[in-house]
């Protein structure tokens, strides 16, 4: 039972452009939000987390939207530049955060020049 | 400060033997997770620790058990090694147990042949 999925393996974005990362879950215990980001060979490295009280929060180029009627979340990253290639994973928990992180499968994001 | 270390970084065993993997969270965090990444699957939780004490398990056989030590160092153990189990083994650390603010490491590349 795969409760937070990504369902886009891959995404291919031009330098400069918007990148759209999307995220849904089906657990309505969730209520905290987070996005990794991993290259390879490394372990993944937090980017930005949202709470259910929530339905935006920005940091610098990284933006996360929560719509909990949909049970979506997505990021913006804008503009996008060759060091976000990578593979981002969603991640969810409950109770604000204090129970084991559930993630997504991930999405490969390449930036093309 | 030093970030979390995960020893080795590559194995490669044989199937049925067994095999310990380490880690050694940052300096002052007593919480400490771990997941496996396989392709396709993102991270699946195996289990978490807090003082010395297994707080949350995923689900994972009996073949996979863990502990922490009281200087907040974890090992996880997998015995009867089947080809399946090769992966991205991820170890993190937090002050203490929530969603968030976890640290990872770079991971032990297990493969089983």
């Known amino acids: ?73 997505s990021l913006h990253i804008v503009p996008s530049q060759p060091g976000d290639s990578a593979v981002y994973f969603c991640a969810a928990s409950g109770v604000q955060g204090a129970q084991k992180l559930v993630f997504g499968q991930g999405t490969r994001l390449t930036i093309n020049p | 400060k030093a970030g979390v270390t995960q020893t080795p970084r590559y194995l490669i065993k044989t199937r049925g033997q067994q095999v310990t993997l380490s880690c050694s969270p940052i300096s002052g965090h007593r919480s400490v997770s771990w997941y496996q990444q396989t392709p396709g699957q993102g991270l699946q939780f195996l289990f978490e620790y807090f003082s010395e004490t297994q707080r949350n398990k995923g689900n994972f056989p009996g073949r996979f058990s863990g502990r922490q030590f009281s200087n907040s160092r974890s090992e996880m153990n997998v015995s009867t090694l089947e080809l399946g189990d090769s992966a991205l083994y991820l170890c993190a650390s937090s002050e203490r147990p929530t969603g968030g603010g976890y640290t990872f490491g770079s991971g032990t590349r297990l493969t089983v042949v």
Not at chain 1, 16 to 36: A, P, V
Request: with cysteine.
């Open chain 1, 1 to 73: 039972d795969q409760q937070v999925k990504q369902n886009s393996p891959s995404l291919s974005v031009q330098e400069g452009r918007i990148s759209i990362l999307n995220c849904d879950y089906t657990n309505s215990m969730f209520d905290y939000f987070l996005w990794y980001k991993k290259y390879p060979a490394e372990g993944p490295t937090f980017l930005i987390s949202i709470s259910s009280i929530k339905d935006k929060n920005e940091d610098g180029r990284f933006t996360v939207f929560l719509n909990k009627s949909a049970k979506h979340l």
